[in-house]
């Protein structure tokens, strides 16, 4: 669906209105139009800094350069000795950072180091950083941090300044989010250095447009890292609920980056589901989802599967005083229940070496919403589940991660009555409803071997909404 609110302020009439009145306008958000390339940031400049005692200054510029960016750096700040002993080590050239008057290129996105604060007096070294160019951030620009996750810190002071670290980036989110720009934090764990690489690329590429606010636990996974460009071409995908809405946008997005797609949606759906399968060159699997013989029927049909997402979902909102027990089995057998049988089936046979699964879960099941107590418990069991299941599919090589949508443009959003809608899409930092390509490029990215450090993880992908945050 349409946002006409956004539409309307970009236009001449509505831009002059808006700032009359004083009515926000929400900016336009620039996404990803192309599948992975080699060199996803090619010629991107971004600005890098840390702390004075940071520790993956090394990784971090390999990371960077690797994915094509220009490096450039303020000249004087306190974490400048350790990104210069990494750019000899590395043999890297560093650019001063030219300022807004220099006429040159601006700064796409800002990467600051932050793995080794340890005060609140070292924090100040943060703030002296970005302080004087939060003001100059280009639209739709990125920020990410990193730091050492809390749990593998190895110092009260160390945990304090981690923790505090996602308090200053959901607010400095908020912040930036009005010219379309995001702020994030990847929390990287001991011995996981070298898998940075891909998740800094994903947040800051147009992939993660509708991702803010959030934070990323990175842990050290098998085997060497991989280029998400070209990584899931050849895999076998199965997605469920593929046939319209989110599912058939993730089907898309894996297609796009040369999957081979098996999409499975009820048989009411047989016809949409072909014609979405036709225009990706997929197959079709018309299955209800909680047969008893759902798993062996996929395993039937895909044979080998290194990917499977969760996606089919519904909803049937009713107060728990008015509401049926048909209602409520309904839900918790589609949305969590089916989750669980298909992998106990897969698991078994049907699931290649490696293979990766993502579930998608709902902002819903974090902040809970009244009339939606049967949803709510199996969008957030879907958490507490990839969480659980996590050990089983590292031992496996591969991982389970759960992707949480915001509001997102479908045809289930699009059925609200309009006030609620219109509240529902404004109440994050980025001021819209996301499109379901935003789910389906996160899906994306944990359905690649690239993103091995990531497991067990719940990435929301709301524009930072403020429900449940
Ligand atoms: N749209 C949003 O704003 C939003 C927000 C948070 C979470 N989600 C979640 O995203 C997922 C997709 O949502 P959507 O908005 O695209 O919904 P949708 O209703 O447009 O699509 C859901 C698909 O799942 C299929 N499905 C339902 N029951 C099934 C069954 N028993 N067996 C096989 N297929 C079945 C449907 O036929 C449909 O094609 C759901 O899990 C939903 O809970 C959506």
Same mark, same amino acid.
């Given at each position: 669906m349409n946002d006409r609110y956004l539409d309307f302020t970009h236009s001449p009439f509505g831009k002059t209105l808006a700032s009359m009145l004083g009515l926000p306008t929400p900016p336009r958000l620039n996404r990803a139009?192309?599948?992975?390339?080699?060199?996803?940031?090619?010629?991107?400049?971004?600005?890098?800094?840390?702390?004075?005692?940071?520790?993956?200054?090394?990784?971090?510029?390999?990371?960077?350069?690797?994915?094509?960016?220009?490096?450039?750096?303020?000249?004087?700040?306190?974490?400048l000795p350790p990104l210069k002993a990494a750019a000899a080590t590395l043999k890297l050239a560093l650019a001063g950072n030219p300022g807004p008057a220099s006429g040159e290129a601006p700064n796409r996105a800002i990467v600051f180091d932050a793995s080794g604060l340890s005060s609140p007096a070292q924090m100040r070294e943060l703030y002296d950083f970005l302080q004087p160019l939060v003001r100059g951030l280009v639209s739709n620009g990125r920020i990410?941090?990193?730091?050492?996750? @809390?749990?593998? #810190?190895?110092?009260? /002071?160390?945990?304090?300044?981690? =923790? $505090?670290? !996602? +308090?200053?980036?959901? &607010? %400095? *989110?908020?912040e930036v989010g009005k010219n379309g720009s995001t702020c994030n934090l990847l929390e990287i764990a001991a011995?996981?250095?070298?898998?940075?690489?891909?998740?800094?690329?994903?947040?800051?590429? @147009?992939?993660? #447009?509708?991702?803010? /606010?959030?934070?990323?636990?990175? =842990? $050290?996974? !098998? +085997?060497?890292?991989? &280029? %998400? *460009?070209g990584s899931l071409a050849g895999r076998s995908a199965l997605v469920t609920g593929a046939a319209r809405g989110i599912g058939a946008a993730i089907a898309e997005v894996l297609a796009r980056e040369g999957a081979q797609i098996i999409g499975v949606d009820h048989p009411s759906q047989e016809g949409a589901l072909g014609e979405t399968m036709a225009r990706i060159g997929g197959r079709g699997l018309a299955l209800d989802v909680t047969a008893a013989d759902a798993a062996q029927r996929i395993a039937a049909e895909a044979g080998g599967l290194d990917v499977v997402v969760h996606n089919a979902?519904?909803?049937?909102?009713?107060?728990?005083?008015?509401?049926?027990?048909?209602?409520?089995?309904?839900?918790?057998?589609?949305?969590?229940?089916?989750?669980?049988?298909?992998?106990?089936?897969?698991?078994?046979?049907?699931?290649?070496?490696?293979?990766?699964?993502?579930?998608?879960?709902?902002?819903?099941?974090?902040?809970?919403?009244?009339?939606?107590?049967?949803?709510?418990?199996?969008?957030?069991?879907?958490?507490?589940y990839v969480d659980a299941m996590a050990p089983a599919f590292a031992k496996r090589g591969g991982a389970i991660n759960a992707v949480a949508p915001g509001f997102i443009e479908t045809q289930m959003t699009a059925a609200m009555p309009m006030g609620p809608r219109e509240i529902g899409r404004r109440i994050n930092s980025l001021s819209q409803g996301g499109l379901p390509q935003d789910i389906a490029e996160a899906v994306a990215f944990f359905s690649s071997p690239a993103a091995a450090g990531v497991n067990g993880q719940t990435l929301r992908v709301c524009g930072q909404n403020w429900f449940g945050a």
């Amino acid at each position: 669906m349409n946002d006409r609110y956004l539409d309307f302020t970009h236009s001449p009439f509505g831009k002059t209105l808006a700032s009359m009145l004083g009515l926000p306008t929400p900016p336009r958000l620039n996404r990803a139009d192309a599948a992975w390339a080699a060199q996803g940031l090619a010629g991107a400049h971004v600005l890098v800094g840390g702390d004075s005692a940071a520790q993956l200054s090394q990784p971090l510029l390999a990371a960077l350069t690797a994915s094509g960016t220009q490096l450039r750096i303020v000249p004087e700040h306190a974490g400048l000795p350790p990104l210069k002993a990494a750019a000899a080590t590395l043999k890297l050239a560093l650019a001063g950072n030219p300022g807004p008057a220099s006429g040159e290129a601006p700064n796409r996105a800002i990467v600051f180091d932050a793995s080794g604060l340890s005060s609140p007096a070292q924090m100040r070294e943060l703030y002296d950083f970005l302080q004087p160019l939060v003001r100059g951030l280009v639209s739709n620009g990125r920020i990410v941090l990193l730091s050492r996750a @809390p749990d593998a #810190a190895d110092s009260v /002071g160390a945990k304090t300044m981690a =923790t $505090a670290l !996602r +308090g200053f980036m959901r &607010a %400095l *989110a908020k912040e930036v989010g009005k010219n379309g720009s995001t702020c994030n934090l990847l929390e990287i764990a001991a011995g996981a250095d070298s898998a940075i690489e891909s998740p800094l690329h994903f947040f800051l590429s @147009p992939h993660s #447009a509708y991702v803010s /606010g959030q934070s990323l636990r990175i =842990t $050290a996974a !098998r +085997g060497q890292p991989v &280029a %998400l *460009a070209g990584s899931l071409a050849g895999r076998s995908a199965l997605v469920t609920g593929a046939a319209r809405g989110i599912g058939a946008a993730i089907a898309e997005v894996l297609a796009r980056e040369g999957a081979q797609i098996i999409g499975v949606d009820h048989p009411s759906q047989e016809g949409a589901l072909g014609e979405t399968m036709a225009r990706i060159g997929g197959r079709g699997l018309a299955l209800d989802v909680t047969a008893a013989d759902a798993a062996q029927r996929i395993a039937a049909e895909a044979g080998g599967l290194d990917v499977v997402v969760h996606n089919a979902g519904v909803t049937r909102d009713k107060m728990l005083r008015n509401m049926s027990a048909q209602h409520w089995d309904m839900v918790l057998n589609i949305n969590l229940a089916a989750i669980l049988d298909i992998n106990e089936g897969l698991l078994k046979r049907g699931l290649n070496e490696g293979a990766r699964v993502v579930c998608i879960s709902s902002i819903g099941g974090i902040g809970g919403n009244a009339g939606q107590t049967n949803y709510a418990s199996t969008k957030a069991g879907v958490i507490g589940y990839v969480d659980a299941m996590a050990p089983a599919f590292a031992k496996r090589g591969g991982a389970i991660n759960a992707v949480a949508p915001g509001f997102i443009e479908t045809q289930m959003t699009a059925a609200m009555p309009m006030g609620p809608r219109e509240i529902g899409r404004r109440i994050n930092s980025l001021s819209q409803g996301g499109l379901p390509q935003d789910i389906a490029e996160a899906v994306a990215f944990f359905s690649s071997p690239a993103a091995a450090g990531v497991n067990g993880q719940t990435l929301r992908v709301c524009g930072q909404n403020w429900f449940g945050a």
